[in-house]
């Protein structure tokens, strides 16, 4: 970094990727500082300004102390450790020590007491409810929504004869042949765990998981024009029930809801749909597949006249960004889910439903809202 571009930077001040401290001396401190970045999206800490944005630039030997202590700190101070890069400024007569903190891919990272910190503005704050604890775990890989143990389920609310119909299938070979029981045959495909049934468990096997998930199901209302009406709408449906039955009670509300055109074909005829049944086979089964399940709330479609949109709850996983889904890349949320999903829906696990979905209709925008922690699917309709 260049004297001028450090200096620019001094001068925004501080915020949620910029740390301003005139000096260091405690390794523990300024670690749990690089834990904060390191949760977030990474940023800098300039050794040698002052809260106000002040310069305190610091001599050589200064310069010396400071970087032993940053290599501290970060090998020490950071679990797992991390690797900062530094550098030395010129400035005023002295040297700002620049410390760059990426943002991790190991998270949640935290300090040598075990503490989680997170940037809140130009503060940080120590992470203490349930809730954050679990996204941040699911965002470092360490915990999958699909994968949670469901408590007061059990096997007996399996639906055996539909689970041993889809092993069958899935593995050519009855669980007899296998030498497996029911129990075993759960736990080895992570279906169950401790004797109760995982959330992914209970979705694509149980008997009625709507009795313990509640709250995962599809809502589906078709509105009169293009909003959102407190009172008035066409139809109103909600699809509860395993994995399968949601899909497809939300695929033919989606279809029921579509005009018919000629093409060019003979006015009686029947006419071909406006937008074609793939787009929602794939844009259903994905929000199914890959939506947040530590949120608890249902995927919502709505049919207006000019669109229809297909909201998740939970924005986009990691660094993955829209661009990066209209290209192909995949970041799987719910690994158990989406493994044996591919023997019940039209889901590939491939990353290459949405752009399937794009091929046959390309009038398809999506919005990954961090905010509301929703990401949206909005098929535009030609008026």
């Known amino acids: ?16 990727s910029r740390q301003f401290k005139a000096d260091a001396t405690h390794a523990a401190a300024l670690g749990s500082e690089m834990v904060a970045l390191s949760n977030g999206s990474g940023g800098r800490i300039f050794l040698g300004v002052a809260d106000d944005g002040t310069l305190r630039p610091h001599d050589p030997a200064s310069v010396r102390r400071l970087n032993e202590l940053i290599a501290n700190a ?24 620049v410390v760059t903190v990426p943002a ?20 940080k704050r120590r992470v203490t409810s349930r809730e954050e604890l679990q996204r941040m775990f699911q965002v470092g890989g360490l915990l ?10 059990s096997v007996a609310d399996l639906d055996a004869g539909y689970f ?26 992570r279906l169950q765990a401790g004797g109760r049934l995982t959330v992914s468990g209970a979705l694509l096997f149980a008997k009625f998981p709507e009795s313990f998930l509640p709250a995962f199901h599809v809502k589906a209302v078709a509105y009169p024009g293009t909003d959102i009406h407190v009172v008035e709408y066409l139809e109103s449906a909600d699809y509860s029930g395993r994995l399968q039955a949601q899909f497809e ?6 279809l029921r809801h579509l005009r018919r055109v000629q093409n060019g074909r003979d006015i009686n005829s029947l006419g071909e749909l406006e937008i074609p049944r793939i787009v929602f ?57 989406a493994s044996y999903a591919t023997g019940i829906l039209p889901y590939r696990g491939l990353g290459t439903g949405v752009r399937r979905a794009l091929r046959e209709y390309p009038r398809i925008d999506f919005e990954d809202d961090r905010d509301r922690n929703e990401f949206r699917a909005i098929v535009r309709r030609r008026l």
């Open 249 to 254: 009670g939300a695929l033919a509300f989606s």
């Open 104 to 123: 991790g891919l190991s998270k949640p990272y935290m300090d040598n007491q075990g503490a989680i910190w997170v940037k809140s503005g130009a503060d």
């Open 164 to 189: 041993r119909e889809f092993f069958r299938k899935r593995f050519e070979r009855d669980l007899d042949e296998e030498g497996l029981t029911l129990e075993n045959a759960l736990s080895n495909m």
């Open 1 to 16: 970094m260049e004297t001028p571009e450090a200096l620019r930077e001094i001068g925004l001040g501080e915020d949620s």
């Open 281 to 337: 086979e794939e844009l259903i089964a994905n929000a199914l597949i890959h939506r947040d399940y530590f949120v608890t709330a249902p995927v919502r479609l709505f049919v207006f006249d000019d669109r229809i949109e297909i909201v998740s709850p939970g924005h986009l996983p990691n660094n993955l960004t829209v661009e990066n889904i209209r290209s192909g890349t995949s970041n799987m949320r719910n690994p158990i889910l």
């Open 144 to 153: 999958h929504g699909d994968d949670v143990p469901i408590p007061g389920s």
């Open 74 to 97: 970060a090998s020490n101070c950071v679990r797992p450790a991390i690797n900062p890069t530094t550098e030395n400024v010129a400035v005023n007569g002295g040297v700002v020590v």
